[in-house]
C-alpha cells in the first residue's frame, strides 16, 4: 500500500514569486514553512518544509508580465490524454507534458475562460506530504464567469463528478466552483483562527480583500506582499487528503 490523492484532487501547489526573499519571511513567519532551496543550478527553485514535510513548492517568477501567484497541480492518471482532452474542450496547452526527473511528470494548461491550472501525473513524488491542517493546503477553488461551462470543462479533463458548487472523486469534494468575474484558480490554506491569522498576516503587509462566514466556515481572501493572492480558512473545511490506495 502506497499513499497517494485520489484523482483530479490537488495534489501540489506552486508559488511563483517577484521576490523570493520575501516570500519565505512572509509564509515562513505565518505557516510555520521552512524554505529549502534546491541549490545555485536550480535557480531559487526550492521546497516549503512544514514540520520537515513537503507542503508547496516555489520559483521566481521569470517573466516581466507575471505576477506573483500561486499555481495548482491536481493529480491525473495520464498527463498525456490530459492535454489532449483540454485542446478538445476549447482549452491550451501553456507547457506541454514533461517529465521532471524520476519524481513524475507534469502539463500547464488554460482552461476556454483563461484559468492557469496544472496536472501531476505522479511517480516517485506523490505531491504535497501534508495537507489539510493548519499551514497547509485544504481547499482549492475556481473563480469563473461561466459555472457550467468550467464544470463540464473539468469534469472531462481531470476525470471528476460536479454537485452542485462542488467538483468530487468518488464521494470525496476534491475543489468548488463559484461565479465571478475573473477567471483563475484560487489556494485556500487551514488555520487554526481564521481572524488571528488575517491580523498577522496584515501586520507583516498583505492586505485583506474579504473576510466572512461560508458554510464551509470561515474565510479570508488575502493578498501577501508580493501581490500573490491566497486564502484562509478553518480547519472544518473538508480537503481531498492523503490516502492510502492500491
Excluded at 29 to 34: D, I, M, P
Excluded at 126 to 145: F, N, Q, R
Excluded at 190 to 219: I, K
Amino acid at each position: 500500500m502506497k499513499k497517494g490523492y485520489p484523482v483530479g484532487a490537488p495534489s501540489w501547489i506552486d508559488l511563483c514569486s517577484t521576490d523570493l526573499a520575501g516570500s519565505h519571511c512572509f509564509y515562513g513567519a505565518l505557516f510555520g514553512w521552512t524554505a529549502q532551496e534546491l541549490g545555485p543550478e536550480a535557480k531559487g527553485v526550492g521546497f516549503y518544509l512544514k514540520d520537515d514535510r513537503m507542503v508547496a513548492g516555489f520559483g521566481p517568477a521569470t517573466e516581466s508580465s507575471r505576477r506573483t501567484s500561486w499555481a495548482v497541480y491536481f493529480h491525473t492518471r495520464d498527463v498525456t490524454v490530459a492535454a489532449d482532452r483540454v485542446v478538445k474542450l476549447g482549452g491550451r496547452v501553456v507547457a506541454r507534458p514533461l517529465q521532471v526527473f524520476d519524481n513524475g511528470w507534469m502539463a500547464v494548461f488554460a482552461d476556454p475562460a483563461g484559468a492557469y491550472f496544472s496536472v501531476w501525473q505522479p511517480e516517485k513524488h506523490l505531491g504535497s506530504e501534508v495537507s489539510g491542517v493548519p499551514g497547509s493546503l485544504s481547499w482549492a477553488e475556481l473563480y469563473t464567469s461561466d459555472v457550467e461551462a468550467a464544470k463540464a470543462f473539468y469534469t472531462n479533463v481531470l476525470d471528476v463528478s460536479a454537485r452542485g458548487p462542488l467538483l468530487e472523486s468518488g464521494d470525496v469534494a476534491v475543489a468548488g466552483v463559484t461565479r465571478a468575474a475573473q477567471n483563475r484558480w484560487a489556494v485556500c490554506f487551514a488555520v487554526e483562527d481564521v481572524d488571528v491569522a488575517t491580523e498577522q498576516a496584515l501586520a507583516m503587509g498583505g492586505s485583506r480583500r474579504r473576510r466572512h462566514d461560508s458554510p464551509a466556515g470561515r474565510l479570508a481572501v488575502l493578498t501577501d506582499p508580493q501581490g500573490g493572492r491566497f486564502g484562509l480558512i478553518g480547519p472544518t473545511m473538508g480537503h481531498a487528503h492523503l490516502h492510502h490506495s492500491p
